[in-house]
């Protein structure tokens, strides 16, 4: 699979479910991709710098997100 | 006078110990008086209102910071922590008040030189509240803005030579003991693999794809000063296979009174003379030691390497010179699920540059696994536990060894797996027929 494809599997998956949540693990997405953690990460890891994806951390467990969707952006006075 | 009144945190002051709310007056003083003429880039008076907005939490008896957040730098997924608080009106120092972690070097070696440039910077460019060390290691930076962040980061990477550390799913910043520098227990150089593998798993540390926090930590010998039996995912634990040497004539002088056991840690209570016998053969936990007339005598077959006699008599005993290290896995201290040791996986391994079998043979064929099977916010402990010990060992290749069994077993059932079973669970009907009728 090449990247545009990942990235198009991602955001499609995410876009899907926003209603509901906002916030993902790492493994979901790996799971929308389709391969294993380690070649998934590859993808997302470009997908944070190419700012598609955001992080968030509770400081313990680190979640996903479209950029700008997660109800933080609110808090950062960003809305 | 201070900006809020803090009627509870005072009284928290009049304890026995040292208080940190004395430590956040003071620094709430310096900055108001501003004797250095420090160019704030954060609010002046953060450190009041985090005085102020933990009392309010005490008088609540909750708290009143947001969980969570999405702040970091640049590419990392770690080394940042979002804090807001949710009174932003009333205590606006502290509306913004993330924490930043800083990877602590190797066994903590700083300069002067080096505090105070952290120092500086982080009282000019946060709330100049530092916490040394977090629990993971790290130097914690506590309490700055989101604009701050970057600038801090960009600084701390090109005049510091330093680097943030791990927080979320992460690689947590690896942390050893001070090892061979200063300790003469250590069984292998504990900061030279800590500060290895840092350099090695720095994807890992700073982009989070695991399912939990993970954890290395490193300890020179049994003693296990940073507890990584304890709290490490894997822990490094100095050990020898050889035997302990023994300084017959210092084993004298210690009985004779010449030299004072422990090192003299003793020494502020007359404790009456040493008693070897009591103080040391009676205290081996697995009765491996005897006298035999003037000479100590060590079954070291039987030795579970436990510090003990070392540690009571260290100029007649010694560790071992064929050294190395255990490593065990699994360890957690959390809060779900409550506290769990770690369990041995490798018995004995050399700790040789460039480290190759470790990294090759224990620690990735144990992340493919935990990534692949481990649930979202599983320890690997967790999953261990969930899916067996034995898993684990299929995961890695290692053959099991009596000496990961650390209790009789349980569970009287023993489960065969097919190609464990010499022809199988398919059998032969007639061959079964010459022995049973029908
Ligand atoms: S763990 Fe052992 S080697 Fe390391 S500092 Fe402590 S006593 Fe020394
Ligand atoms: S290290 Fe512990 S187990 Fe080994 S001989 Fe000394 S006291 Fe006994």
């Given amino acids: 699979m090449d990247y545009e494809e990942a990235k198009d599997l991602v955001v499609a998956g995410l876009t899907k479910k926003l209603k509901n949540k906002s916030k993902f693990y ?30 968030w951390s509770s400081g313990s467990t680190s979640m996903y997100g479209l950029c700008g969707t997660g109800k933080q952006a609110g808090a950062e006075h960003e809305e | ?37 420090i160019e704030y880039q954060i609010p002046q008076d953060v450190v009041e209102d985090l005085i102020g907005i933990m009392e309010l939490s005490y008088e609540h008896g909750r708290t009143h910071w947001k969980h969570g957040g ?13 804090r807001y608080c949710d009174q932003p009106e009333k205590f606006p120092g502290v509306a913004h008040f993330h924490t930043m972690r800083v990877s ?31 629990s993971t290691g790290d130097i914690i930076f506590l309490g700055t803005t989101t604009p701050q962040l970057e600038e801090v980061f960009y600084e701390l990477t090109h005049n510091l030579n330093q680097d943030l550390g791990g927080s ?17 227990y250590a069984c292998f150089d504990t900061q030279a693999l800590c500060h290895d593998l840092t350099n090695e798993y720095q994807d890992e540390l700073h982009r989070p794809a695991f399912p939990y926090k993970f954890k290395f930590k490193f300890d020179g010998c049994p003693n296990c000063c940073v507890a990584s039996i304890a709290r490490a995912d894997l822990s490094f634990i100095g050990t020898w296979r050889d035997d302990i040497r023994i300084d017959q004539e210092a084993v004298q002088a210690y009985i004779g009174g010449e030299i004072m056991p422990n090192a003299n840690a003793h020494s502020g209570r007359d404790w009456g003379a040493f008693d070897i016998e009591k103080e040391v053969i009676g205290l081996c936990p697995t009765n491996c030691m005897w006298m035999d007339g003037k000479e100590l005598k060590i079954d070291n077959r039987e030795c579970t390497r436990c510090m003990h006699c070392i540690n009571v008599m260290p100029r007649a005993l010694r560790i071992g010179n064929d050294r190395g290290c255990s490593i065990l896995a699994g360890a957690k ?52 536990k969930r ?9 890695t290749g290692f053959d099991p060894d009596p000496r990961m069994v650390q209790e009789p077993r349980t569970n009287p059932y023993i489960f065969w797996k097919e190609d464990e079973v010499p022809g199988g669970f398919e059998r032969d009907i007639n061959e079964f027929r010459k022995y049973h009728q029908r």
């Avoid at chain 2, 006078?1 to 940190?20: I, N, R, V, Y």
């Avoid at chain 2, 190797?106 to 910077?121: M, P, W």
């Avoid at chain 2, 979320?168 to 003469?184: K, M, V, W």
């Fill in chain 1, 26 to 55: 790492f493994n979901d997405l790996a799971k929308l991709i389709g391969e294993k953690p380690r070649a998934a990460k590859k993808y997302v890891n470009q997908m944070v710098v190419e700012g598609v994806l955001e992080y």
């Fill in chain 2, 333 to 384: 201290a959390p809060i779900l699920d409550g506290a769990q040791m770690g369990s041995l996986i490798v018995p004995f391994i050399k700790v040789e540059e460039p480290y190759d079998e470790i990294k090759e043979k224990v620690i990735e064929p144990i992340w493919d696994w935990w990534m692949e099977e481990g649930k979202n916010r599983e320890r690997l402990g967790e999953l261990m």
């Fill in chain 2, 387 to 395: 899916q067996g010990f034995q898993r684990l060992l299929e995961a």
């Fill in chain 2, 1 to 37: 006078m201070a900006k809020h009144e803090t009627p509870m945190l005072d009284q928290l002051e009049t304890g026995p110990w040292p208080s940190f709310v004395s430590d956040l007056k003071q620094e709430a003083a310096s900055r108001a008086k501003n004797e250095n003429n």
């Fill in chain 2, 168 to 184: 979320g799913s992460n690689l947590r910043t690896p942390s050893d003991c001070i090892g061979q520098a200063r300790c003469e």
């Fill in chain 2, 70 to 82: 999405i702040v970091g730098v640049f590419g990392y997924g770690g080394g940042v922590i979002g």
């Fill in chain 2, 104 to 134: 602590q070097p190797a066994g903590k070696f700083y300069t002067t030189k080096y505090l105070e440039s952290i120092c500086e910077l982080w009282e000019r460019r946060g709330s100049g509240v530092t916490n040394m060390h977090g």
